[in-house]
């Protein structure tokens, strides 16, 4: 894809499409392009040209409509950081587990059962494809929008935050025919169909938001990732099996191979990622012009602290969710300290505050519900801190 091919389609030719990228380095030129129909929605440009009548230069203006959905695959760990910010990142699972999966599969699909489901497997994309034609083009509103809170530490988060509003309005979407149709009247007469997102619906958003968008936060790549914690796994079996401290153990790239598995090029590149990031030291070899390794990671993020921190859960009865009149909780504190006590039936815990920005849904001082966020319970303390 040129730079500049995106601008001379028809202008409705993308408009509710889906543009498939097969790898991000084909489209490198049209980065520029990408970004603003993600960011506008649209593209508009001004090229000069010769008046067919008069023979003289001209300026044509070039429009493109959106909206439009844009997937891109790529096996590279430097991806133009603007246009990531962008988008959702999915990662493949490399597993070994997953690979006997995938040879089971191609295996099947060599057997009369493969081939019958290979015939199958039309008519379920065609049922799936015929589902999503029932749905209507409905506003959602969302009635706990004022009570959800987001990390906000980096400037970045303000379009994840925005991915993850809209990931809620999706699910509830999803689950119109569920719903019940509301009109409300707009200014100057004109009315409106809406559907309400349910207290389901942030729920299911927020535990996919800790795995879709935690993975967007982190300055690792998964692939980088999956290396650090293969490492840390090696370097507490050498430790323990040496009775000396982790930061004594020294490997090579070559027993990386050897026990990982992994190629030699994706070994390098991602064992360079962590030693620019100083999750790992590099030192010369004591013999020969190689070098040795030792982790420096002390094992932060390893229980999940990579995921999203602070998502609020709605009340479970509609009558107690907060609504825009309601107190908010204040800013909050860093997403790493003590957390509070262990849920509705435990003590009360001393008053503290919110972990991480976690709403308030009440103006008591009672403790309001449990709220799981990283495998612990972290209790919701109504009032302001």
């Known amino acids: 894809m040129t730079g500049q091919s995106l601008y001379y389609m028809g202008e409705a030719d993308l408009a509710g499409k889906v543009l498939a990228i097969a790898e991000e380095e084909g489209a490198e030129r049209a980065s520029y392009a990408l970004k603003l129909l993600q960011s506008e929605g649209e593209l508009s440009s001004a090229s000069t040209g010769k008046d067919t009548a008069s023979g003289r230069l001209v300026t044509h203006t070039y429009r493109v409509a959106g909206p439009v959905a844009i997937m891109l695959t790529t096996t590279a760990i430097d991806v133009d950081p603007e246009l990531l910010n962008r988008c959702i990142v999915l990662a493949v699972d490399e597993g070994q587990a997953q690979t006997r999966a995938i040879h089971a599969r191609q295996r099947e699909a060599q057997t009369l059962a493969g081939h019958l489901a290979g015939a199958e497997r039309h008519a379920v994309a065609k049922l799936h494809q015929d589902a999503q034609r029932l749905l209507e083009p409905l506003a959602v509103v969302n009635p706990f929008a004022p009570a959800l809170s987001f990390p906000d530490r980096a400037t970045r988060t303000r379009r994840d935050h925005a991915k993850y509003l809209a990931l809620i309005s999706a699910i509830a979407l999803l689950h119109q025919h569920q719903r019940v149709k509301k009109t409300a009247s707009a200014p100057g007469g004109k009315s409106f169909v809406y559907i309400e997102a349910s207290a389901a619906d942030v729920e299911l958003a927020n535990r996919l938001a800790h795995e879709v968008l935690g993975r967007s936060l982190d300055e690792l790549p998964p692939g980088t990732r999956r290396l650090l914690e293969a490492l840390d796994g090696i370097v507490a079996e050498r430790a323990g099996a040496g009775a000396v401290a982790r930061d004594q153990v020294r490997f090579s790239r070559r027993e990386l191979r050897e026990q990982t598995g992994w190629g030699d090029t994706q070994l390098k590149v991602h064992l360079a990622r962590l030693v620019e990031l100083e999750l790992v030291v590099a030192h010369r070899a004591e013999r020969g012009n190689g070098y040795c390794y030792e982790l420096a990671w002390d094992g932060t993020g390893r229980d999940g602290e990579r995921f999203v921190l602070g998502l ?74």
């Open 312 to 385: 609020a859960a709605p009340a479970g009865n509609d009558a107690d969710r907060s609504g825009p009149g309601q107190p908010r909780s204040g800013p909050g504190r860093s997403p790493v300290g003590r957390l509070s006590g262990p849920g509705r039936d435990g003590p009360a815990p001393e008053r503290q505050p919110p972990h991480n920005g976690l709403s308030a849904f009440s103006a008591d001082e009672r403790p309001e519900r449990g709220v799981r966020a990283n495998g612990k319970v972290v209790t919701v303390v109504g009032g302001q801190p």
